[in-house]
Each structure stands twice: as structure tokens, then as C-alpha cells.
């Protein structure tokens, strides 16, 4: 049977929105007093406050639902009240189960005016519905409220309840909520209006308790419409108990039309709606550059020049997050024996937010998220007999891609750690199939926020009937078409996009350039682009000339078509690692990255390799770029980088006549300036220490 529902809407910062989906349920809203009854009939039941709430109060709303009828009630009855403000924004909020027959919505108004709100108490067969509404007033006085006020829900996998971030605090944010009014009635769909590449996120509440495994025999299919006729299918995945989601980034403006199935093969039922995708100020997704295949644009057209991290995610503490635990800035800390103080343990740790936002602000444009690889793993189990995945885990995912697209950041997922499953599986179609669903369920999960495929980390399959298989089978199920990756590296197959190799090194500052140089030489002759998908040092992961080799090696890879993903290990300055130490990233590294990023926003999108030549070779090496309307060059000291190199010249074709400015790449000092003509010029290099670049344009 089909049926079209009422939809309510949640719009996070940076164009995530949440469309829930379900029957109108308008929930009672009574101040602090129970909403009693028994087991629910079908007619909706309507309570509004009679007296004034003061503003920021907090609200234990709690239901009555005779949970000794289930074996397990929290995974057979949901609860989802959501709260619509008198500006029209909402906020929606999960029941906590309190046995025997208690569940408990808290909630904290933010505005003050008429609210109304609405919900569903369900088990998946039998629907109650409520609604009210509320009158919120100024406090007499201030009264302490969370910020952001967070959602509380169950987690299956523990007895305990347990407070998450609050996925809808962009109410208030840079993404303001479209004005919408529910529909009463819940027979009329609210047309959603979103920008292009925002992230639609659509819930269906399914019994999920009375399954065997609940992640697949539950199947939940989507078909999107663009307003040009291309449909993009994609599945869904479960999300919590009762709880089945689908997302999808519409990138075609206009309206869109979207019809989803849910159900277990004997019982199904289908759902539909429109939307409306408005222009956008996001870039879209990255591309291989169709001017420079060794480069990368986005989907508009404009360059994108990465800087890239990876780093450990992991729960340490045990306190159900791993997101309060980044090392960042860290000190060179005592010998083992005299670590006397929890950051001579620990070193320095930030939160994730915190963390992002200090990396970002530098320039770091591009995060590596490699689960199980000292961080968190997503997978249950990948087995014929049936996949399973770990909700809480999954649910981190989500936090981390969408703190990740907030503070700009691109992301590169690793779908499979250091063994792949099945690695022989290639001529076994069972132990195939289920490798294809555990890819579909990163797809269907992660896909419209991801940017970039890696198949597995530092590991090899066998065969290379392997690797097609499965990017074959990517490239069926990936409604968005992201580059695909693998290591270790493998650009001989044709059907990888990317090369990714990981380097380590602790080489002198003199032959940096030089090493980075040759290390992307070794995969040049590929004709892909190249992504070191880890970079860092030997043995130590900072010493006093580290933050050196890492700019000039970042520089010298810039010049030469290639990307760093620096593995990031900056909770003190002593991590020690024979062939792996990482690298520290403090205030000086990401001080030279902010000056790179200044710099690169000056390369046009079709910038290529040109020549260049230095008047004494044995002092300084140069390398340049250069497009229809600007030319650049990075000179880098080879003979001594303490003291100033002096009387050196270069000599490179300029395309256009305009203002060559020399800069420091360590500060982003103008060291140099003048007028040059197009045509092939000698230039003469002003006297630098270290490294010198220059722009023509």
C-alpha cells in the first residue's frame, strides 16, 4: 500500500537536513505532567499547556506504554516528539525507555512566543497520536541550560541511557530552517526547499526488534528524480532500534521527486515526496580536473588545491565519544619514568570541533578517515551468513563526517582497514555478495558526504580479480561517482582512479625537495593523480628540523601535481616509531600551510609543470607552474640553509605581462617585486634563506 506522509524538517549548518518521516503523530505537551494512557487507539490525542513555560526550562515529558507486552520494549516501541518553534524552526527528539512502561522526551525551549508539537509513539503495528501546543515566556530569572541543548536517546547496545550532541543545534546556526507548518491532517506532504548539495536525510520507524539481524532483513530502496528525468538509486541502512534512514545530495536544481520501499519481503510498504533544490554557494563534489587530470575541481569548476590529515579516533577514556580526545600541540614531554602529571601521560587533547577548526583555519582542506585504523571500526561482521554493523559506531560516523563537511574539510573513506575481507573470495559468489553489501552500506550511509574511495589500507588482495569486483560494483551503487583509491598503492589496474602510496622518511632538510621529487617520480608515468595517503617522518615524529622538511616537502609535492595526507600525531613531540613515527602538526606547521593555501589561491585551475632553470643548480633548485595568465616558481636552497643564498637567477617562460612578487614561503613576507613582460625571462631571485616562491599574474 502507498501512502504519502507529512514531513517535518531539520536543517543543519552547511546544508545537512534531516526530513523525517512517518504519520502525523501529535504528541500531548503537559508542563512536567505526565501524559497518561494506555496502550494507544488510533484517535490522536490533543493536550495544550495551560500555563506559560519560562524560556530555556527544562521539560521531562514522560508517556505511558505497557511495555511488559514486548521481550525487549526499546527495541520494539519509538518515540519521536518533534518541537516547532514560533519562527518555524524545529527541533525532534528521541524517547528514552524507563521500565516497566515509561518513556521520557526532555526538551528545553530556546524562544519565547507560541510553540506547537507533534510526534509518534509507536511499535512498528499500532500508532498513537499527539499534539499541543505551548506558550513560552521570559524567565524571571536566568535559568542554566546546556548549550547546545542535547537529544537523548537509547542506545541498544547498553542498559544505560546516554547523551549524544544535539544533530539539530543548526537551528541556530549559519543553516537556517526553511519556515515550514506541519500539516495537521497528515495528508498533504510539505514541499522542502534545500541548495543544491545539501544533505537529505529521510527516517522511516520499523519494527526492527523482531528480526533475526535487523540490518538486512530489513531492506529499504530509494529512487530520486532529477528534474531533468535521471533517477539515482541508493539504499538505506539501519539506523537505530525501529529507526531506518536514507540520505541523498541532490545536485540538480529544481524539484525532485523521491519514492522509497521499506520492508522485509512480506511486508512492505512504499512512501513518496518532492523537494525543491535551490542554487548553492557549495562547490560540489571533487573531480579530476578535466584541464589537468593530475589535479582535482569541483563540480563548479573551481580549483581544489589539497592539504590533507589523518589522525587516531579513538574512545581512550571509555566515556562513549571519541571525539573529545585530539592531540593537538602537545609538549616535548619528560622521559618515561619522571611522566608525573596526566599530560606527561596523555599529552595535550583537545575535542574534535576544537581541533578541526584550528586545522581547518590553516589551510587543511582534506581529512582521511580509516576506520579501524587507530580509530573506530564500523563493521560488526561481513560474513555469507549475514553483515552486521555496529549502530553506536555508525552513529560516530555520522558525527564525524558532518563535523568534518562544517569546518570544510573534504573527505577520503577508507572502506576497509588493514585486511580485506575475503581476500581470495574473487571466485566465491557468497563471500563476494557480502563484501558488495558491506560496501553498499557505506555507500548508502556515508556516500553524499564523502569525496574521494580508498578500498583498503596498506594491504593487497591477491587478485586482481578482487579489485574489480568490487570497484565495479561501487561504481553500480555510488549515485555520486567518487574517485577510487587503494592501498597499498595499485596504479597498474586500470580501474583505479588514484595513485596513494604512504611515505616515511626523516631526510635532511637540504634533500627534501629532492626526495619528495623522486618519490613522486616513482608513479608519474601512470598518467593518475597522486595522493600520498599517509606522510610523516621516521623514528620520531618531530625533532627540531621537522616543521622544515615538512614545508618544503609540502611546497615541492604542490609544484608537482601531488597531494600529502600527513598522518597526525601532535599530542606531544615525542612519539617515536622505527619506519612510522607520523609528524607533529603544531602552531609553526600550520602556519606554513595557511601561507601555502594563500598561495595556491593565486593558481588557476589549468596551471601545469613548466621548466625552469637556475644559474648556479648547486645552490638552489626551482620548480614552476604556469597557465594562459600566471606563472609560479618555488626555489629551495640544496647547499646551505642558514645563511642567505644570494646572486641567483631563473630563467622560465612568462605567459602574460604583469607583477612578479617574491615571498617567504615560512612567513608570506613579500621579499621581492617587480614588472616583468611575457616572453621567456631571467628574473633575478632575491637574496632568501631556505626557500623563496614567486607570482606572475
Given at each position: 500500500?502507498s501512502?504519502s ?16 518521516v512517518?504519520l502525523?503523530?501529535a504528541?500531548?505537551?503537559?508542563t ?9 487507539v488510533?484517535?490522536p490525542?490533543t493536550?495544550d499547556?495551560?500555563?506559560?513555560i ?10 505511558l ?86 537529544s537523548?536517546?537509547?542506545d ?18 549559519e ?25 537529505i ?23 530520486f ?29 529544481g524539484e ?8 522485509d ?25 578535466p584541464?589537468n ?7 563548479n569548476?573551481?580549483?581544489f ?17 571519541p ?32 581541533y ?13 578517515v580509516?576506520?579501524?585504523?587507530c580509530?573506530f ?7 555469507p ?21 562544517e ?16 581476500p ?11 563484501i ?5 552500506y ?18 593487497r ?7 574489480r ?23 597498474d ?8 602510496p ?21 608513479y608519474?608515468?601512470f598518467g ?14 618531530w ?16 609544484f ?5 595526507i600527513?598522518?597526525?600525531?601532535s ?19 600550520r ?43 618555488y626555489?629551495?636552497a ?12 631563473i ?47
Amino acid at each position: 500500500m502507498s501512502r504519502s506522509l507529512p514531513q517535518n524538517v531539520i536543517a543543519h549548518r552547511f546544508g545537512v537536513v534531516v526530513v523525517y518521516v512517518g504519520l502525523l503523530l501529535a504528541l500531548t505537551f503537559t508542563t512536567r505532567t505526565p501524559v497518561a494512557g494506555q496502550n494507544p487507539v488510533s484517535t490522536p490525542v490533543t493536550v495544550d499547556a495551560l500555563n506559560p513555560i519560562p524560556i530555556n526550562s527544562l521539560f521531562d515529558l514522560p508517556f505511558l506504554w505497557t511495555g511488559a507486552l514486548y521481550p525487549q520494549p526499546q527495541n520494539y516501541v519509538s518515540l519521536v516528539v518533534t518541537f516547532v518553534s514560533p519562527s518555524g524552526t524545529t527541533q525532534s527528539v528521541i524517547g528514552v525507555y524507563e521500565p516497566p512502561s515509561l518513556w521520557r522526551v526532555i526538551f528545553f525551549p530556546g524562544e519565547m512566543g507560541l510553540w506547537s508539537w507533534y510526534g509518534i509513539f509507536t511499535d512498528g503495528i499500532t500508532l498513537q497520536e499527539y499534539r499541543g501546543t505551548f506558550t513560552v515566556v521570559d524567565a524571571p530569572t536566568p535559568i542554566p541550560r546546556p548549550s547546545p541543548a542535547p537529544s537523548i536517546v537509547f542506545d541498544p547496545n547498553s542498559i544505560q541511557t546516554r547523551t549524544v550532541r544535539d544533530d539539530m543545534r543548526t537551528a541556530t546556526r549559519e543553516a537556517a530552517l526553511e519556515q515550514i507548518t506541519p500539516t495537521p491532517t497528515g495528508a498533504e506532504l510539505i514541499n522542502l526547499s534545500v541548495p543544491a548539495y545539501s544533505v537529505i536525510e529521510i527516517p522511516f520507524t520499523w519494527r526492527s526488534g523482531v528480526y533475526t539481524n535487523p540490518h538486512e532483513d530489513v531492506v529499504v530502496s530509494a529512487v530520486f528524480t532529477s528534474p531533468d528525468g535521471r533517477s539515482y538509486n541508493i539504499g538505506g541502512f539501519h539506523y537505530a532500534a525501529n529507526d531506518y534512514r536514507v540520505r541523498f545530495a541532490p545536485t540538480v536544481v529544481g524539484e525532485w521527486v523521491w519514492n522509497v520501499r521499506i520492508g522485509d519481503g512480506t511486508q512492505n510498504r512504499d512512501y513518496s515526496g518532492t523537494f525543491t533544490v535551490t542554487e548553492s554557494s557549495s562547490a560540489g563534489f571533487v573531480r579530476q580536473n578535466p584541464a589537468n587530470p593530475m589535479r582535482w575541481v569541483f563540480d563548479n569548476g573551481e580549483p581544489f588545491y589539497p592539504v590533507g590529515l589523518g589522525d587516531c579516533i579513538l574512545d581512550r577514556d571509555e566515556d562513549d565519544t571519541p571525539f573529545n580526545e585530539m592531540g593537538m600541540d602537545g609538549p616535548l614531554r619528560p622521559p618515561v619514568g619522571e611522566r608525573i602529571t596526566e599530560q606527561d601521560r596523555t599529552g595535550n587533547r583537545v575535542d574534535m570541533e576544537t581541533y578541526l577548526q584550528t586545522y581547518g583555519a590553516a589551510g587543511f582542506n582534506l581529512f582521511r578517515v580509516s576506520q579501524n585504523n587507530c580509530a573506530f571500526g564500523l563493521f560488526g561482521r561481513i560474513s555469507p551468513e549475514g553483515n552486521t554493523y555496529r549502530l553506536r559506531e555508525g552513529r560516530w560516523g555520522d558525527e564525524l563526517l558532518r563535523m568534518l563537511r562544517e569546518n570544510g574539510f573534504r573527505v577520503y573513506m577508507v572502506l576497509f582497514s588493514f585486511s580485506p575481507p575475503y581476500p581470495n573470495g574473487a571466485e566465491n559468489p557468497e563471500e563476494m555478495a557480502a563484501i558488495h553489501r558491506a560496501v553498499e552500506y557505506i555507500v548508502n550511509r556515508y556516500g553524499a558526504y564523502v569525496d574521494f574511495w580508498e578500498l583498503m589500507n596498506e594491504s593487497r588482495a591477491p587478485s586482481d580479480a578482487w579489485y574489480r569486483s568490487v570497484v565495479e560494483h561501487i561504481r553500480r551503487i555510488d549515485p555520486y561517482q567518487h574517485p577510487i583509491s587503494t592501498s597499498w598503492e595499485r596504479p597498474d589496474l586500470p580501474f583505479i582512479d588514484i595513485t596513494s602510496p604512504h611515505w616515511y622518511e626523516r631526510e635532511s632538510a637540504l634533500e627534501s625537495d629532492l626526495r619528495t621529487v623522486q618519490e613522486i617520480a616513482r608513479y608519474t608515468s601512470f598518467g593518475k593523480p597522486i595522493i600520498f595517503g599517509e606522510q610523516g617522518n621516521t623514528g620520531q615524529n618531530w625533532d627540531v628540523t621537522s616543521a622544515r622538511r615538512m614545508r618544503i616537502r609540502l611546497w615541492t609535492a604542490f609544484f608537482n601535481e601531488a597531494v600529502f595526507i600527513f598522518w597526525n600525531t601532535s599530542h606531544a613531540m615525542d612519539y617515536l616509531h622505527p619506519s612510522a613515527a607520523n609528524i607533529y602538526l603544531g602552531a609553526e606547521e600550520r602556519a606554513y600551510v595557511r601561507v601555502l593555501q594563500d598561495f595556491t589561491q593565486m593558481v588557476d585551475q589549468d596551471a601545469v609543470i613548466q621548466s625552469v632553470r637556475v644559474s648556479h643548480p648547486e645552490l638552489a633548485r626551482a620548480y614552476a607552474l604556469q597557465s594562459p595568465s600566471m606563472a609560479a616558481a618555488y626555489i629551495v636552497a640544496a647547499l646551505d640553509q642558514t645563511n642567505p643564498t644570494r646572486d641567483l637567477t631563473i630563467t622560465l617562460n612568462v605567459p602574460v605581462t604583469g607583477a612578479a612578487v617574491w615571498i617567504t614561503p615560512a612567513t608570506g613576507e613579500v621579499i621581492g617585486l617587480e614588472t616583468v613582460t611575457a616572453g621567456i625571462q631571467t628574473l633575478v631571485v632575491p637574496d632568501f634563506t631556505i626557500d623563496a616562491a614567486l607570482m606572475i599574474r
